[in-house]
Structure formats: C-alpha cells, structure tokens
C-alpha cells in the first residue's frame, strides 16, 4: 500500500514538474512575440460600459483571469518559428500559411465574448476579451471551395469534443 502512494506521489511530481516547464516555455514564447497592430481595430468600448464595482468583473477580462479548460495533461507549447497552418480537402488551392505570413495579413481586431458550454449561469466560465485574428473567410476564399458544400470542419484540435461545424 505504501508504495503504491509512493508511486502516486513521484508521478504527481513529475506531472506538476512537466507543467511549470511548459509554462515557463510558453511564457519565454509569448515574451518574445510582437503582434502588429490592427487593419480594422477594435471599436472604443463606450464611456461608462465599465461600472468598477466590487463584486463585477471588469468588462475586458484580464489574460491572467481568462477561464482556461484543460483537457490534455500538458499545456500544449506551440513555437510561432515552427507553427503552420493548413487548409486541404475540397479546396481549388490548398494552403499553407506561417506565422509570419498569417500575421502580415490584414488582421480584424474585435471585442468578444467567449463562454464555455458547460458554463452554469451565472458562472465563472466566461470571458470578455480583444482577439487579433485574420478573418476565417478570407482564409476559405483564398483556398476556393471545390463543391458548393456551405460546412466545414476544423481538424486541428488537441482534444475534447467533435470539432464544430461552421457555416461559410
């Protein structure tokens, strides 16, 4: 009995090990990444949408507050050197983008809210934030649908449920 405890323990520690090297390797990442400013920025949040009372969240959650589901068992290290995305299937052209290009595009930057699904009302599982990104549309024009399909499916995820299906 003992050493199986033992066991459980050193696993535990190489696992809370292997998590706080992942974190200082995406904190040296995210350290040293620039983003470029917006072609389209985000519209100015209203005077007064921000009430700044104890008790309510601020209307911009801050990165370190933003709820985060964990469903691998190590926080994936993406190195934006080494990062591509790809879209193929029933495309005219596939494509095949770097970060580096991915961020020279003409970038839309909006205010969202984001909440999980399994958020109870009233719960902490939601988040406002500014997102910087590249229109996924423009994405799908440059790759040129082959059928007239009006779905598709993002297969890159780590883990979790079916990918959802998006409307073009």
């Known amino acids: ?17 292997t998590f706080r090297g992942a974190a200082a390797v995406v904190s040296d990442l995210r350290s040293k990444l620039a983003l470029p400013a917006p072609a ?8 007064g949408a ?4 104890d008790g309510v969240s601020p209307l911009v959650t801050p990165n370190k507050d933003f709820y985060r589901i964990d469903t691998a068992l190590r926080v994936p290290v993406l190195d934006p050197g080494q990062w591509t995305l790809k879209v193929t299937g029933l495309v005219e052209r596939e494509v095949s983008l770097d970060f580096a290009t991915l961020l020279a595009k003409p970038l839309v930057e909006r205010h969202v809210t984001i909440a999980c699904v399994s958020n109870e009302v009233g719960g902490d599982l939601i988040g406002n934030a500014r997102w910087l990104g590249w229109p996924v549309r423009d994405l ?3 790759a040129a649908r082959r059928t007239a399909r009006t779905w598709f499916c993002p297969a890159a995820l780590t883990a979790g449920p079916p990918a959802p299906r998006w409307r073009c």
């Open 1 to 17: 009995m003992l050493g199986g405890t033992a066991a459980v323990a050193a696993a535990a520690g190489v696992l809370a090990a």
């Open 40 to 47: 389209s920025p985000a519209p100015p949040i209203p005077a």
């Open 50 to 53: 921000e009430v700044r009372l």
């Open 140 to 142: 799908l024009a440059l």
